[in-house]
Every structure is written in structure tokens, then in C-alpha cells.
């Protein structure tokens, strides 16, 4: 019985063989994603501005480079190196992103388009670039795209980030659409509230109280959640999702009155 249960469940989650591209996986919720997807056998290449330090990444299946996600053309060049060098890439995880906390009438112009260009522009371009091998992939290619609650509800001080999570989603549904023909399926995947570093710099003690008395569960995420349904989006246990935003979230977004 055991292993029956062991080998249907290696059959549905590993990903043995498989190569992947996790944008900001030196740290936060992408570095447990970049983990857990490399705990269940692939080979990731962490794109971030800001590499992680081997002792942290610990495990030779994590390959950090460090880059702007927003440099077209340099990123271009790198995931051709990296589908040189593997024959393949199956799937990619745009996870970096940014916010700034501000009142809107006040919000610095620069750091509008900044936001957006990380959060946006840059999920679409790498999407473009991975296209093709993706549409190649053996596994079927994978998409999976990091929104966030505030796609959902707005919250104070922080609309471009909003606005940009929302774009995120609208964009996942589109590529789903006209790529499910091509052998890709995308999804997104919405953080509720985790102890990350961008969530604490935007959170005082008010805010804080606010968000636990909004969740049904009454605490905040652990990076493991999220890195458990990176690998289920990204396994073959999904082989017949795409197009949909998955919230982890403790429940949050179910909550009323």
C-alpha cells in the first residue's frame, strides 16, 4: 500500500528533469517557491536583482543569477544561455515584484511606472521570451504568475501595487485563453498575508490587527503554503488548470461579516 500511495504520488508531483525560472527566488515567498520546486526535482534559475548567498539557498539544484527582470534584452540573453545549456525550460514563476507606501493624491509619478514595470511589464516580457520552450516541453509548459490579494481588494496607501496585481490577474486569463492551444497553461497564484519583507514594510501595528481580524484562520502565512501550491500549479496533478488565480490566503477573501 505504501508504495502504491508513494509512486502515484511521485507520478502526480516530481519534477525530476524538468528546468524552471523563478524571478525573485533569492529570498521571501520566491525563495521557499525556488526551494520547494527544487526539493521535488527540478533544476531552478533564480533571476533577482539581489542574489541569494549559497548558504541560503543550499541546494545545488537552485542556480542564482543576478539581474534586473526589467532589462529586456539581458534577460533575453540569459534564458537563451540557460535553454542552451539545458536543452529545455518547462516552466517559469514571475514572482519578483515591488510596492511603496503612499496616499494616491501624493504617489511619486516614477514610482508608478516603476511599480508597474516590475510587477507587470516584466511578467509579460519573460512570458514572451519563454514562449517558445515552453511550447516545447514534453511536461506541458508552465506559467505560474504571483498576484496578490490587493488584486482583489483595495487597500490604502498602496493603489499601484493594487492596480498592478490586478493587471497580473486579467493578464494570466488572457495568456491562458490564447496559449491553451500551445501546450502552456497559466495560472497565478495570490498571497494572502505572510511575513515577507515588502509585506512589513508597508504594515504598522493598525494594520497589522486589521489584517488578522480579516482571516477566517487569524494568522499569517508560512512560505511553505505558497510553496506548495507553486508545485502543485507547476506538477502534473494540473495538468487540467489554467487560466485561475488560487488565493492562500486564510481565507480571506471568503470572509464577509
Known amino acids: 500500500m505504501e508504495s502504491r500511495v508513494a509512486a502515484a504520488l511521485e507520478e502526480l508531483f516530481s519534477l525530476e528533469g524538468r528546468v524552471g525560472i523563478v524571478t525573485g527566488g533569492s529570498s521571501g515567498l520566491g525563495l521557499a517557491i525556488a526551494k520547494t520546486l527544487a526539493a521535488a526535482g527540478a533544476r ?50 514571475n514572482n519578483a515584484g515591488m510596492t511603496h507606501r503612499a496616499r494616491a493624491e501624493s504617489f511619486p509619478a516614477d514610482l508608478w511606472e516603476r511599480i508597474h514595470e516590475v510587477n507587470l511589464d516584466a511578467v509579460f516580457h519573460l512570458s514572451q521570451i519563454v514562449y517558445p520552450y515552453l511550447k516545447r516541453s514534453e511536461h506541458v509548459g508552465r506559467i505560474v504568475n504571483i498576484s496578490s490579494m490587493a ?44 511575513p515577507s519583507a515588502m509585506a512589513l514594510r508597508v504594515m504598522d501595528e493598525e494594520r497589522r490587527e486589521k489584517i488578522l ?19 502543485f500549479l507547476v506538477s502534473d496533478a494540473a495538468r487540467y488548470i489554467t487560466g485561475q488565480d488560487f488565493a492562500v490566503d486564510g481565507g480571506a477573501l471568503a470572509f464577509g461579516f
Not at 539581458?74 to 514563476?93: C, M, N, P, Q, S
Not at 488584486?151 to 496607501?157: K, V
Not at 488572457?174 to 497559466?186: C, H, M, Q
Request: aromatic share 8%.
Open 213 to 231: 481580524n480579516r482571516m477566517p484562520l487569524h494568522r499569517f502565512g508560512e512560505p511553505t503554503d505558497i510553496g506548495a501550491m507553486a508545485l
Open 44 to 93: 531552478i534559475y533564480d533571476l533577482s536583482r539581489t542574489p541569494a548567498l549559497a548558504s541560503v539557498m543550499a541546494d545545488d539544484r537552485i542556480i542564482s543569477i543576478q539581474t534586473d527582470v526589467t532589462n529586456r534584452p539581458k534577460v533575453e540573453r540569459i534564458v537563451a544561455e540557460i535553454a542552451a545549456g539545458t536543452g529545455r525550460i518547462d516552466f517559469l514563476v
Open 151 to 194: 488584486g482583489h481588494l483595495g487597500f490604502s496607501e498602496v493603489t499601484p501595487y493594487c492596480s498592478s496585481k490586478a493587471a497580473v490577474i486579467g493578464l494570466t486569463r488572457g495568456l491562458a485563453v490564447e496559449w491553451a492551444g500551445d501546450n502552456i497553461r497559466v495560472n497565478s497564484l495570490a498571497p494572502g498575508w505572510f
